[in-house]
């Protein structure tokens, strides 16, 4: 807490009396701290690949460059870096557009279409570590409070990490169905699974599990942030369930817009 004194003086410059003021700071703080950690996290995030890129440009000028098969794996070193932190950089640019956005509410996405086009983009993904995707999408779904873009990014990013940390011939459910006024999303695989003492931390910008496996996987860790921003600037709430080494579970329920809503055509 901050406390000031402040003296209240009358007219005639006789003291009246003396006025307390108490602000809660806990909040200011804590807020400035998890922008300076962001900002700390930030800086290593990108340095890191762009170490790694200069580093091997400069051995390469060095005299590496004379060896063919040494300069394409070189060469092929930088270019993943490099596409590192364009996804890095893409993600830090949807998670400040979407933090700016306030609470307006954000269109109207049809939920079918984009899932099926979610279920199309990642279904060689998965058939490429042999994973069995099932999809079960209900039809006639109504739209939900939020752009096409960012419903697919929800979709994408829950169905991708499904498939990230699911070791080869799992299994990986992708469901969306009405219950009652909700949406509901369930990604459930049967994949590594999550520590019960990481679970409420997996959302955090740049958190992982284990930073080397996401890396690999080509992860950003902000792809959680992103998901959980998008689900509740739109209304709606994101919740997972895990068990270490049998899998995870994540639900999306979102708010069904309202015809009484949309706007009169
Ligand atoms: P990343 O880019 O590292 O995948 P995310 O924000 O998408 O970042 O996820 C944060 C972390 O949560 C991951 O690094 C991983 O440790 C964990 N995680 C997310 N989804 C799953 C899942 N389906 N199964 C196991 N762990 C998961």
Redesign the pocket.
Known sequence: YRVQVVPVWAENRRLLGAAMVIDDVTEVRRLEQMRTEFVANVSHELRTPLTSIKGFVETLLDGALENPVISRRFLTIIDEEAQRLQRLIEDLLHLSRIESYGDIVQGEAPVEAEAIQVKNLLEPIAADKNITLHVAIEKDLPSVPLSKDNLKQVLV?LVE??I??TPKGGQVWFSIRLVDVDVLIEVR?T????PEE?LPR?FERF????KAR?RE?G???????IVKHIVEKSGGQVRVN?KIGEG?T?VVSLPVVKETELPVK
């Not at 994949?191 to 999550?194: K, S, T, V």
């Not at 958190?207 to 284990?210: A, G, N, S």
């Open positions: 990013n990490n499904a990230k940390y695989d994949g590594i699974g999550i990481s997996i958190y992982r599990v284990d996401s996987m992860g950003t860790g902000l792809g959680l942030a895990s995870t994540f």
